[in-house]
């Protein structure tokens, strides 16, 4: 069945940087966009970005813009989100989500990801 | 890009309908034919109801529609049941080719 799983729930400081990846099973990996969102505790969902994963192409929200970046292995069916210059209001689950190319909503979701930045 | 703006809270008892908005502007919603609905269990992942404004995915009942006007898009549930309780974000597809989500909106069944 199709499946993206997330690595596991992250703490760390003020100014680090956090990497958290997403494995793509059960599609064929280069055929969907992998999206990212984040949701602060007790706040509402957040676009971050977007990649191709079958280009590399990627897609940011300008609110992320040179803090975000989105990489993918193919080979293991991998995307991954690096988030640099970590600050407190960065705490927040992290989901990855795919989208169908030519679709333009997100039909499968990871389980999330949390993130606690604190010093 | 902002948020697009839902209602905080919406209620209504079980067999009636209620609708939730979601009001953006030009750049999104109103020049957008891609506007999508997640429902948001407690501690769950997002669940696609509504795509492309109005068309539901496969396995999601017809209780749910949804419908846009200018720069409002909105959800209808109807015939409100127990396990419709549960935040809703509208989400839209930009001119920057880009997405935003709305504030969300928190149902409850009376």
């Known amino acids: 069945q199709v499946q993206l799983v997330q690595s596991g729930a992250e703490v760390k400081k003020p100014g680090a940087s956090v990497k958290v990846s997403c494995k793509a099973s059960?599609?064929?990996?280069?055929?969907?966009?992998m999206h990212w969102v984040r949701q602060a505790p007790g706040q509402g969902l957040e676009w971050m970005g977007w990649?191709?994963?079958?280009?590399?192409?990627?897609a940011y929200a300008q609110t992320f813009q040179g803090r975000v970046t989105l990489t993918r292995d193919s080979s293991i069916s991998t995307v991954y989100m690096e988030l640099t210059r970590l600050r407190s209001d960065d705490s927040a689950v992290y989901f990855c989500?795919?989208?169908?190319?030519?679709?333009?909503?997100?039909?499968?979701w990871g389980k999330g990801t949390t993130v606690t930045v604190s010093s | 890009q902002s948020a697009l703006t839902q209602p905080a809270s919406v209620s209504g008892s079980p067999g009636q309908s209620i609708t939730i908005s979601c009001t953006g502007t030009s750049s999104d919603v109103g020049g957008s034919n891609y506007v999508s609905w997640y429902q948001q269990q407690p501690g769950k992942a997002p669940k696609v109801m509504i795509f492309?404004?109005?068309r539901r995915p496969s396995g999601i009942s017809n209780r749910f529609s949804g419908s846009k006007s200018a720069n409002t898009a909105s959800l209808t549930i109807s015939g409100l049941q127990a396990d419709d309780e549960a935040d809703y974000y509208c989400?839209?597809?930009?001119?920057?080719?880009?997405?935003?989500f709305g504030t969300g909106t928190k149902v409850t069944v009376l």
């Open positions: 492309d404004v109005s």
């Open positions: 989400s839209s597809y930009t001119i920057s080719s880009t997405y935003v």
């Open positions: 989500a795919r989208r169908e190319h030519f679709a333009f909503y997100m039909d499968v």
């Open positions: 059960g599609y064929t990996f280069t055929g969907y966009y």
């Open positions: 990649i191709n994963p079958n280009s590399d192409v990627t």
